[in-house]
Each structure stands twice: as structure tokens, then as C-alpha cells.
């Protein structure tokens, strides 16, 4: 599992690739947080989810803890780009009425800029 920064503008922009399971989570929360400084969760951000090949509920834990870490700090992230399969599983834990998802770069951006959620 790998966390890139792919933009700085705002919001910053970061890309994960490889797996999200129980075994990659501590790795995802020092990854994430080396690319947060120096604003760190207080900031506004998107995280492309596209090259994610596997998430299991560790992983879904993982993205709402993400999410409230964000919330609690005054910042926002939004995921976007989910593979299909992932994004039919958020869908069906009805995670889209807790997390801020988007389909793509573009209409993450817009959301992650538009007031809170």
C-alpha cells in the first residue's frame, strides 16, 4: 500500500495504490500523515481510490476514521475514483451518507471546496 501526493494546491490531492486491509493500516496512517504536514487533518483533501485493488472492514474502518480525524480538526477529505467493487460495498453499507464520496478528480475537488458536509 502506497500514499503519493500527487497536488499541493488546494485541496491537496493524494493517490493510494495496492490494498487496504488490516494488514496495510498502520503503514496507510503513517503514510497519510507524513503527507498531511504541515497543515495536517485541518486541511482540505482529496484521496483517489482508483488503483485500491482490495479493501476489507479494517480498511472501511480505516476511511471513516480518516474521515472524522478530518471532521474533528475543521478540515474535509474526499474520496473519489473507487473501483467499482469498492464503490458498490460503500454503497451497500450506505457509507455514502457518512463519507464524502465522489465519482472522479473534478467533482472531488468541487466537493472537498464547497461547504461543510
Known amino acids: 500500500m502506497k500514499i503519493t501526493i500527487v497536488s499541493r ?8 495504490e495496492g490494498q487496504l ?9 503513517r503514510q497519510l500523515e507524513e503527507a498531511l504536514v504541515p497543515a495536517g487533518f485541518r486541511q482540505k483533501a482529496v484521496l483517489d ?5 482490495f479493501i476489507d472492514s479494517s480498511g472501511i474502518s480505516w476511511l471513516m476514521i480518516c474521515h472524522k480525524h478530518f471532521a474533528q480538526a475543521g ?7 473507487a ?6 460495498t460503500l454503497h451497500l453499507l450506505r457509507l455514502d451518507l457518512v463519507l464524502n464520496l465522489a465519482e472522479d478528480e473534478n467533482a472531488a475537488r468541487a466537493m472537498a471546496l464547497e461547504a461543510r458536509k
Do not use: W, Y
Open 9 to 16: 494546491d488546494p485541496p491537496l490531492g493524494l493517490r493510494m
Open 49 to 53: 481510490l482508483a488503483n485500491v485493488g
Open 21 to 29: 486491509t488490516v494488514k496495510e493500516i498502520a503503514d496507510a496512517d
Open 83 to 88: 473501483p467499482e467493487l469498492i464503490q458498490q
Open 75 to 81: 478540515g474535509k477529505i474526499v474520496f473519489h475514483s
